[in-house]
Structures are given as structure tokens and as C-alpha cells.
């Protein structure tokens, strides 16, 4: 099967071939999905290198892991921006943690507001939309999405008990898609 | 998690919300349990939505040409084998001469990734060396198990031995090397020491006293400066 055949194949196709972890599924998933993965990367690390690393690593994992994805886990255009968004949030993460102490040892100050989400206009179609959540649940999803925090760090900085920051952050998700659904459907997507 | 359903997991997995020990374990039982990769796939779709309507940004030409080598590698190609004389001739024979001085700064970065890491992960002590009384400039960091230290000197212009103080006698344990204006040893492997000497030569510089009460639960790190 040469690359010109591929592009041929619609996505239940390629869906099947990833699934079955046919190498060109591999890069052909990327090239689909090529703006939206990068994007998805690039609007948690802010950084064009760390992006590129991550979208390549998350696909590299993919493609390590025996049993990466199934049809149960539905759309493969779905199933790897979480998993790149994932990858993004765990490099977060580490590179937080990573400049505390580095900055720490040079005497330096922590500059806490380094990742803040970039491009504020662009993003205000979503903020706008999780400020309109009712408060309770505002607040959980704002700290799982933009500012990448474990649920038990969510818990302990709302002073809430677990199983009501996740149960929250569970409706306020389902919230927050159905009032974006129909502005994704008046053709947002694909840009 | 393998046996136990991700339950009220799938939205807090699909926004990032989980440790990387919970992920990890959600998604082995995802490879195992269809109920629970349609429960997960539902609020995948919903994150993917809400991600798809952030600001787009074009993916760089070359991530293209570098993700298809991710999967190149499982093609037979017939210019393996003069790639690799190529390799040979041009890259691995220089590089010889070079080996020494690329071995100590490859051994070098790696060391301070390794104890940066330390660092970041876990709970640990620092204390401050002291010259004449005074703070220098210079900290050790350790866990609470004494299994591993990290000896950090700030503006250092040269190169500085650590030495264990004990039982009258002192243990040289490795230099202090600037890199920048901050020289480091990270001693990865130990056993507890009361006592670290920072030494220029046969003159101690500056001592440290390490402490080895229990740390506090709710203070992770102490500061003894």
C-alpha cells in the first residue's frame, strides 16, 4: 500500500489500521491531524520546540505501547489530541517542578505566571464559556484545563472534599461541551 | 486499577486531571475493559471539542518528515548499510579524538539532570555551609534517609572538593565542578554523614552540620540558613 492510497482511506479505515498498529496508520494520523495536535501542544506548553517534542513523543509512546488503541475508545482524532494534551500537561508539570528547584538553587525568583495561557483574545471563545458554568463547578474545571493541577490538588486548594471536586469537574465538563457544541458546529471546525 | 472500572476517573483522565501513577493505570485498564474506553472515549470527545475551538497554531514542515521517521524504522531499507559506513567515516572516527572531553560534559549534564530530579520529586533537607560562622553561598540538599546528596556552590570560580568529616578523619567524595557561575556534586548512592567539609586543596573552606531529625509532615523542606 503506497502513501497516495492511504489518503484514500477514510477515518474508520485508518482508525482500524492504528488500531491494529500498521506503521503508516502511525503517520498518517499525524498528517490528518497535523494543526489540531501541534495546537493542542503548543496551547499548553507555549513553547514551539517543547510542541514538536511533545507531539512526536506522545506518538512515539503510542507506537511503544502493545495495546494503545481500540474502536471502544471511539475517535481516533479525539483519543490522540487527549493523549497529546496529556503528554503536554505531564512535561507541564515536570518543567514547573523543575525550575522551582532550579531557580531556587541560581537565588532566583519563581516567575509563577510562565505558563499563563497565551493569546487571550483567541482563547476567549472557551473562557467565556467555562466563566458561564455555575460557579461550583467554574473553578475545578478552570484549574484541571488551564492550569494542568492533579483533582487532589484541585481538592486541596478549594478546601472541597474529592469525591465533590470530581463530580463537579464530571458536569461541569459535560457543561462546558454542550454550550460549545453549537459554536463548533457553525464551522469552526475544521480551521 | 486493572481489575477496578475507571468510574468517575474518565472526565478527571481526559482533562489531564489524574497524577501520572493514575493515568498510567487508567489507560493498562483501558487496553482491558470496553466499558470503560467508551465511558473514557464520551469525555475524550468532549476535551478534544473544547481544545479544537483554542487558538490553532500550524504545525512546523518538519515535525512531518520527523514523525514519519518515528515509523520509518520498521521498513526494510536497502541504504542501511552505507548510511552506517557513511556514519562511520564522517561522524564516528572524529569523534574519537573528541571522546574525552564529550564523555565528561555528557557525564557532567547528565549527573545534574539525574539531581535535579532528585530534587524535584521528593521531600528533602538543605542546610547551608558555613565559613568562620558565616553562610557562603553554598547548600547540601538530602532526603530524609541520607541515601543521596546534592551539594550546590553559587558564584564558584573553581572547582571545589566535598569531604565527609568524621572520627577525626575526612573521606574525599568528588569535586564540585562550576558550570556557569554554580558548581555542583550530586553524590547519588550514600549512607548518612554528620559532617561535609567543601575543601580547596588541603584548606577547608567551608563545614556543614546535617541534621537528622524526622522532618515535619506539613514542612517538607527545612532551611537551616
Known amino acids: 500500500m503506497d502513501v497516495h492510497s492511504h ?185 | 486499577m486493572r481489575r477496578e472500572h475507571t468510574g468517575d476517573l474518565a472526565e478527571l483522565y481526559a482533562l489531564g486531571a489524574l497524577s501520572e501513577i493514575e493515568r498510567r493505570a487508567v489507560e493498562a485498564h483501558l487496553s482491558e475493559c470496553a466499558d470503560c474506553a467508551r465511558e473514557v472515549a464520551l469525555a475524550e470527545r468532549d476535551v478534544a471539542l473544547i481544545a479544537s475551538l483554542e487558538t490553532r497554531h500550524d504545525a512546523p514542515p518538519e515535525l512531518a518528515a520527523r514523525i514519519d521517521g518515528l515509523f520509518r524504522a520498521n521498513r526494510p531499507n536497502r541504504m542501511i548499510p552505507a548510511a552506517l559506513a557513511a556514519v562511520l567515516i564522517l561522524g564516528l572516527l572524529p569523534s574519537v579524538y573528541l571522546w574525552p572531553e564529550n564523555r565528561r560534559m555528557h557525564d557532567a549534564m547528565v549527573a545534574q539532570n539525574a539531581a535535579m530530579d532528585r530534587l524535584a520529586s521528593g521531600s528533602h533537607r538543605t542546610v547551608g555551609f558555613r565559613s568562620e560562622g558565616a553562610p557562603l553561598g553554598a547548600e547540601v540538599m538530602y532526603p530524609p534517609d541520607g541515601s543521596w546528596y546534592v551539594v550546590v556552590v553559587r558564584n564558584a570560580t573553581k572547582a571545589l572538593q566535598v569531604a565527609w568529616m568524621h572520627d577525626g578523619e575526612r573521606t574525599m567524595l568528588g569535586n564540585a565542578v562550576p558550570r556557569g557561575n554554580v558548581a555542583m556534586l550530586y553524590l547519588p548512592k550514600s549512607h548518612r554523614m554528620d559532617r561535609l567539609a567543601l575543601m580547596d586543596g588541603d584548606r577547608v573552606v567551608a563545614e556543614a552540620e546535617l541534621p537528622w531529625q524526622r522532618t515535619p509532615p506539613d514542612r517538607p523542606t527545612v532551611r537551616s540558613e
Open chain 1, 7 to 191: 489518503e484514500e482511506h477514510g477515518d474508520e479505515a485508518l482508525a482500524a489500521a492504528f488500531a491494529a498498529h500498521d506503521p503508516w496508520a502511525f503517520g498518517e494520523a499525524y498528517r490528518r491531524n497535523a494543526s489540531l495536535l501541534y495546537s493542542v501542544a503548543h496551547n499548553v506548553l507555549s513553547n514551539p520546540e517543547d510542541a514538536k517534542d511533545c507531539v512526536a513523543d506522545a506518538l512515539a509512546r503510542l507506537w511503544r505501547s502493545s495495546r494503545p488503541y481500540s474502536a471502544a475508545r471511539g475517535n481516533l482524532r479525539n483519543f490522540l489530541v487527549v493523549c497529546v494534551r496529556n503528554e503536554a500537561i505531564s512535561r507541564r508539570r515536570r518543567h514547573v517542578r523543575r525550575t522551582r528547584v532550579e531557580e531556587r538553587l541560581a537565588g532566583m525568583a519563581l516567575d509563577r505566571d510562565e505558563h499563563a495561557t497565551n493569546d487571550p483574545i483567541e482563547r476567549d471563545v472557551v473562557r467565556r464559556a467555562i466563566f458561564a458554568l455555575p460557579p461550583e463547578q467554574r473553578m475545578p474545571i478552570a484549574l484541571a484545563y488551564y492550569s494542568g493541577k492533579t483533582h487532589t490538588e484541585i481538592a486541596a486548594e478549594l478546601h472541597e472534599p474529592l469525591g465533590t471536586i470530581k463530580s463537579r469537574i464530571k458536569l461541569g465538563l459535560r457543561k462546558l461541551a454542550a454550550s460549545l457544541q453549537s459554536l463548533a458546529e457553525r464551522g469552526s471546525e475544521p480551521r
